[in-house]
């Protein structure tokens, strides 16, 4: 099963807040973050994690699961561009 580990190798940038919004207290999550339930893809769309996340505000108490949905989302985000790729290639060789 992909890890964060595996998401820092598509994204650095991205592992590095998402550490930081784990990992800070409760003050400096306040005083320094105020993002919704949506994350960018790396084609640049922005997408919501959970319906009507662009509406709702990650708060400290539910920022563990932002962490993981985005976490999810953005290694899930090449499936289909992996998929087509596989498909391409047993055509080819069968």
Avoid at 75 to 94: F, T
Wanted: hydrophobic share 35%.
């Amino acid at each position: 099963m992909p890890t964060r580990r595996d998401l820092r190798a598509i994204d650095a940038s991205c592992t590095n807040i998402l550490t930081f919004i784990e990992e800070c207290d409760e003050q400096t999550f306040e005083a320094s973050i105020v993002q919704p339930f949506t994350t960018t893809l790396s084609c640049g769309t922005e997408v919501e994690l959970k319906e009507g996340g662009a509406d709702l505000l990650v708060t400290f108490d539910t920022r563990l699961e932002y962490v993981d949905l985005v976490t999810a989302c953005r290694l899930q985000e090449q499936r289909q561009q992996i998929n087509a790729l596989r498909r391409g290639i047993a055509k080819v060789s069968s």
